[in-house]
């Protein structure tokens, strides 16, 4: 999602300095120098508090955009919880003591997620903003806890601040990190699909509503260097939702030589649910449509054909 956002608001002919704990990948490098907007790359781990006070003291910012993050699985959350919670919730009070002592930070967009609605992912009519949290896993509850540590730093220091939820993404630039522990399966279909590696769909998928990687980078660009949003919380999420299988269709279409296996016995299956089988509710984005005039911009077949576009042009991509 960095690598998405640094584009877009590049492509917007602005100044930016990206931050990371790993470095940016030199395809994404050689593209951005493309773009009319400055980019400056810094390495850091956002645990590194000294360091985080240095570089926002001397980079020049004035909004800032805060997405670093563990998603974990159930696994990583017994084994490593303790880095987890370093990195999600104290590492967002040390970007937001960074820009405190600063003063020269107006706004923080604060990336978070869908999770922290937890079980009223599947037990309520509709969610939108005023659906109280409910999150049931380590990763939702420190993005609850870091949407709290931003709204109260703008109470306490003046400062702009929002909170952006966004749905599973996926798109352009999404690669294994290693601090995201269920990759989107459309990535791993395309890794597969152009790999001729056999995977196997779920039996049962119900469908989810996948958020486009470029559609996140617009809307959190229009919360970061738009006008001053309307609220706090907005969802960053397409209301409707698809099958994984529409993605394999247009996959096997593309590249003939591939198909998605019968079943388990022939191919990996393709892992990237706890349970995709489970009828996911219905998200309201009106309060982001309010403020963004067609948004989201891809229904699912443009966001197809825009990312195959992508995979041809970036032929080595991991």
């Not at 896993?137 to 949407?147: D, M, N, R, S, V």
Request: aromatic residues 6%; glycine residues 8%; hydrophobic residues 40%.
């Amino acid at each position: 999602m960095g690598l998405n956002c640094v584009e877009h608001i590049l492509r917007l002919g602005n100044r930016v300095v990206a931050v990371s704990s790993d470095d940016v990948p030199a395809e994404a490098r050689a593209e951005f120098a493309t773009l009319p907007g400055e980019l400056l790359i810094v390495r850091a781990d956002v645990t590194d508090a000294p360091r985080l006070r240095e570089i926002v003291a001397n980079s020049g910012v004035e909004v800032l955009i805060h997405g670093a993050a563990i998603t974990a699985n159930d696994e990583r959350s017994r084994s490593e919880g303790d880095r987890v919670i370093d990195v999600n919730i104290q590492g967002t009070q040390n970007v937001l003591d960074a820009a405190a002592r600063t003063g020269s930070i107006r706004r923080i967009v604060y990336i978070s997620s869908a999770a922290v609605y937890g079980g009223a992912t599947f037990d309520s009519l509709r969610i939108d903003e005023a659906t109280p949290p409910d999150p049931r896993t380590l990763y939702g509850i420190t993005k609850l806890a870091g949407e709290m540590l931003t709204r109260r730093h703008g109470e306490l220091h003046g400062t702009e601040v929002v909170a952006a939820r966004l749905s599973a993404v996926f798109g352009p630039w999404e690669r294994d990190t290693g601090v995201r522990d269920l990759l989107s399966p459309l990535y791993q279909l395309s890794r597969a699909a152009r790999s001729g590696t056999a995977v196997a769909l779920p039996e049962h998928d119900a469908g989810r509503n996948w958020l486009y990687s470029r559609d996140a980078a617009s809307a959190l660009a229009r919360l970061s260097v738009g006008a001053l949003p309307q609220h706090f919380l907005y969802n960053v999420a397409p209301s409707s939702t698809f099958k994984v299988e529409a993605w394999a269709q247009r996959l096997e279409a593309a590249y003939p030589a591939w198909r998605v296996a019968g079943g388990r016995e022939e191919g990996g299956a393709l892992s990237f649910d706890t349970d995709p089988s489970r009828r996911r509710t219905t998200v309201s984005n009106d309060r982001l449509q309010a403020e963004m005039t067609q948004w989201p911009r891809y229904e699912p077949n443009l966001a197809f054909d825009d990312c195959l576009s992508w995979l041809d042009r970036h032929e080595d991509w991991p």
